[in-house]
Structure formats: structure tokens, C-alpha cells
């Protein structure tokens, strides 16, 4: 299973970036998905996360801001993030909790390798 994402890049306060992350591999099933982000000297941090039965969460400093989707045909989670501010920047990694298999069954969670975000003020 592998996750690729992309979106990031250098933007402007208050302008807007969309992250999107595929999914590929042999795949039964994903069920959550999400985007964290670690910033320079500092923890990585959930940023947003979706089910698959649409259930949102989403960092306080995001809300209002952020938006995480989904496209379950396409295995692809976005996050369209508007408002930007400098404390946005850090690298936005995706995760997603993936059942593989076809008699036996594995569920783990998988990561991909980041994307660079870049505010500038």
C-alpha cells in the first residue's frame, strides 16, 4: 500500500492550497483517513480526519478554515485549506487506515511522505 500526496507549495497569507492523497495498492478497504502536519521543532499534529461513514474532526486552529473529503471510487482524500496564516506552515502528511487481503485480512495504518506547505506573511 502506498500514499501519495501532493498540493503543497509556497503560498501567501490568506491565500488558499488543496492537498490530495491517493491510495494505491492491494486494498479491501480504508476506513479513516487524514492529514496531520509537523512543523518545524514541534510534534506532528492531527490537522483533520474523516471516516468512512463521513465523520469529521478537525484541529481547533483549522476549523472554520480547513476542509478534509474523500472519494471512496477514487481512494483519494483532499484537504482544501483556505485562509492560510504562517502558523500553517509545516509538512502535511496523509494516513489512512487500510484492510488488505483477501482471506486474511491486515489493518494498519500507512503514511505518506509528506508535503511541504509553506506560508509566507
Known amino acids: 500500500v502506498q500514499l501519495q500526496a501532493s498540493g503543497g507549495g509556497l503560498v501567501q497569507a490568506g491565500g488558499s492550497l488543496r492537498l490530495s492523497c491517493v491510495v494505491s495498492g492491494s486494498i479491501f478497504n480504508i476506513d479513516s483517513m487524514a492529514w496531520y502536519r509537523q512543523a518545524p521543532g514541534k510534534q506532528r499534529e492531527l490537522v483533520a480526519a474523516?471516516?468512512?461513514?463521513?465523520?469529521?474532526n478537525y484541529a481547533d486552529s483549522v476549523k472554520g478554515r480547513f476542509t478534509i473529503s474523500r472519494d471512496n471510487a477514487k481512494n483519494m482524500v483532499d484537504l482544501q485549506m483556505n485562509s492560510l496564516i504562517p502558523e500553517d506552515t509545516a509538512v502535511y502528511y496523509c494516513?489512512?487506515?487500510?484492510?488488505?487481503?483477501?482471506?486474511?485480512?491486515?489493518?494498519?495504518?500507512?503514511w505518506g511522505q509528506g508535503t511541504l506547505v509553506t506560508v509566507s506573511s
Open positions: 474523516l471516516t468512512r461513514g463521513d465523520s469529521t
Open positions: 494516513g489512512a487506515v487500510v484492510t488488505t487481503g483477501s482471506t486474511r485480512f491486515l489493518t494498519k495504518t500507512y
